[in-house]
């Protein structure tokens, strides 16, 4: 069973800067996909950042310019760097994990998610 924990959550005031760590219980390579979710209290869960196992990344409009995914092979983690941070980024942030086969019949997925970690920006 694969885990990820999130770890790097916290208070934070307007402007300020935090980073997030996931940490996967084998090696991140193995995925196809890792990623940042976020969800804030009534609302919907979404999505944040992603990174694919090429390198490739993408971002939310919100967040795009003051956030960065990132990942270290070395240490198994997928790290959120978020800057200039807004009260509208308070949520519980989620990691998240796609392990995809190709088969005969069609591709074969597994999901993977984490525990989430709050982050409240707030003065």
């Known amino acids: 069973q694969v885990q990820l924990v999130e770890s790097g959550g916290g208070l934070v005031q307007p402007g300020g800067s935090l980073t997030l760590s996931c940490a996967a219980s084998?090696?991140?390579?193995?995925?196809?996909?890792m990623a940042w979710y976020r969800q804030a209290p009534g609302k919907q869960r979404e999505l944040v950042a992603a990174?694919?196992?090429?390198?490739?990344?993408n971002y939310s409009v919100p967040v795009k310019g003051r956030f960065t995914i990132s990942t270290d092979n070395a240490k198994n983690t997928v790290n959120l760097s978020m800057h200039s941070l807004k009260p509208e980024d308070t949520a519980v942030y989620y990691c998240y994990a796609r392990h995809a086969v190709r088969r005969p019949t069609g591709w074969d997925t597994a999901d993977y998610w984490g525990q989430g970690t709050q982050v409240t920006v707030s003065s």
């Open positions: 084998r090696p991140i390579f193995t995925f196809n996909s």
């Open positions: 990174v694919t196992s090429s390198g490739s990344t």
